[in-house]
C-alpha cells in the first residue's frame, strides 16, 4: 500500500470537499518529463506561475504546459503597465512554496488565481501538490470554481515569438 501524500497542499485540502487524485511520480526534469511521468498530455500539466503586480501583491497564473504567458495580455487583463517574475526567494516569502512545487493550495496568502482560457477546455488537469513530483489530477471544472479563478486569454503557445 503507498504512503499518503503529505504536503502543504493536501492538508489544505483536507475535508474541502474537493475531488483529486494524487499522484506521486520521480522528481521530473522538465515539464515533458513530468507529463510522461503521470501519463497525460502536456496541455494537461497546469503550472502555477506566480507574478507580482507590486510591493507585496501577486497573482498565481495557471499556465498549461506547451504554453507561455502573453505579457502584454497578462497586463492588460490586470490593468497595469508593469508586472514581473518574483525571485526563487521571494516567490517562496509570497507562497510558502519553492519554485517547481508553487501550487495555489495551501499557499501562505489566497492570491487571485488567473486561468488560461484553454485550462477550461481541457476536462482533467494535473497542477502541483506542493512537493517535487507529486500532482494532484482533477477535473479542470472543480478546480477553476474551487479557485474562483478568473478564466481569460492570458497565454501564447510557447513555439510562438
Do not use: C
Not at 10 to 36: H, I, K, W, Y
Request: proline share 7%; glycine share 10%; charged share 20%.
Amino acid at each position: 500500500m503507498d504512503e499518503p501524500i503529505d504536503t502543504p497542499a493536501t492538508r489544505a485540502l483536507e475535508g474541502s470537499g474537493l475531488r483529486f487524485d494524487p499522484v506521486r511520480t520521480a522528481r521530473p526534469s522538465s515539464a515533458e518529463e513530468s507529463a510522461s511521468f503521470q501519463g497525460i498530455e502536456l496541455s494537461q500539466l497546469l503550472r502555477t506561475i506566480v507574478v507580482r503586480r507590486g510591493a507585496g501583491d501577486y497573482v498565481f497564473v495557471l499556465v498549461p504546459g506547451g504554453r507561455q504567458i502573453d505579457w502584454p495580455k497578462l497586463r492588460a487583463h490586470l490593468g497595469v503597465s508593469r508586472i514581473s517574475l518574483p525571485d526563487a526567494e521571494e516567490a517562496r516569502a509570497a507562497t510558502g512554496y519553492e519554485r517547481g512545487t508553487i501550487t495555489p493550495f495551501g499557499a501562505e496568502a489566497a492570491w487571485p488565481v488567473i486561468a488560461d482560457a484553454t485550462v477550461a477546455a481541457t476536462p482533467r488537469v494535473a497542477i502541483g501538490g506542493g512537493a517535487h513530483g507529486v500532482n494532484l489530477h482533477l477535473s479542470s471544472a472543480d478546480l477553476l470554481a474551487f479557485l474562483g479563478a478568473e478564466v481569460v486569454d492570458v497565454t501564447h503557445p510557447a513555439a510562438d515569438r
